[in-house]
């Protein structure tokens, strides 16, 4: 349903080292590259990262972006990757039952403050 989501960040460079490390985890890698704007994805860019003229800005509120991993593995390397590159953690990877009986994910914050999670569950779709 959704073709792509593009994210306010407030410094380019810290926060490509982090999307590049925690999407990698999950077999994502960089489609284009503009200016001041960065889109990454599994076979074309559906996650966009630019750059605020902004520099004071924060990210809107309750802004959660969920992406989907292809194991719980997946979701681990996501997690561990995010925290060695600038993330902090919003939730270590773990079972969500809450959620749903199959749902395995884990939370972070980016460099700007964006709460971005990695989830695998049986009923999301998969593009890798």
């Known amino acids: ?4 989501v593009s994210i306010g960040v407030s410094n380019l460079a810290d926060s490509a080292e982090f999307y590049d490390a925690a999407l990698g985890a999950l077999g994502m890698r960089r489609h284009r590259e503009l200016p001041v704007t ?24 309750g802004l959660h972006v969920g992406l989907a991993a292809l194991s719980p593995e997946a979701v681990d390397a996501f997690h561990a990757a995010a ?19 199959d749902y395995y ?14 989830v695998c569950r049986g009923d999301a779709p998969l593009v890798a």
Do not use: Q
């Open 1 to 4: 349903m959704i073709d792509h």
């Open 83 to 101: 925290l060695a590159h600038g993330g902090r953690d919003a939730g270590p990877p773990g079972p969500r039952p809450e959620y749903n009986d």
């Open 38 to 61: 960065i889109g990454y994805g599994y076979d074309r860019a559906t996650f966009w990262i630019r750059e605020s003229e902004n520099k004071g800005f924060s990210p809107g509120l």
């Open 105 to 118: 994910g884990a939370f972070v914050f980016d460099p700007t403050g964006t709460k971005v999670e990695a």
